[in-house]
């Protein structure tokens, strides 16, 4: 296994970045949007903080950012040990990956499904949300590996 460092480092923190900026905007109209009602009828599921009026996110952020910066990481570095066997450009490879994330993601949502009892509708959005937020986070990985990464 090869660690290129700068793909690693550089390409998972700007791929974090992004994400986060992505999430920024599907934060908004997904989760204080589309999905409130529903997170509002199974206050039981969430932590007390996001159950204050206003949801207390700040309180969260520490953990939600070493948490996703962790992600992110660990991400890049995958992305870099599997990246040859992509085709394409670095941005067309990143997309790829982007997409290989999502649908895991979506997978791992539909078998905490079977243990969790939430409505359909918030497996569905969240799949969603992690469709959009690790494209993007993918095409920006793809294309720091391909303009910085050694192959």
Excluded: C
């Amino acid at each position: 296994m090869k660690l290129d460092w700068k793909v690693i480092v550089g390409g998972g923190v700007l791929m974090y970045v992004t994400q986060f900026i992505v999430s920024l905007v599907t934060g908004g109209l997904i989760h204080e949007g589309v999905l409130d009602p529903l997170y509002q009828a199974t206050t039981e599921f969430w932590r007390p903080e996001l159950n204050q009026d206003p949801p207390d996110m700040a309180a969260l952020m520490p953990h939600w950012i070493a948490s996703g910066l962790l992600a992110a990481l660990v991400q890049a570095g995958i992305y870099d040990n599997i990246r040859s066997a992509l085709n394409g450009s670095g941005l067309l490879k990143g997309l790829k990956f982007g997409l290989i994330l999502a649908m895991l993601y979506a997978l791992t949502g539909l078998a905490y499904s079977g243990v969790f009892n939430l409505p359909p509708a918030i497996w569905g959005w969240w799949a969603l949300d992690g469709l959009i937020v690790y494209s993007i986070g993918g095409l920006v990985l793809g294309w720091f590996a391909g303009k910085f990464g050694t192959d």
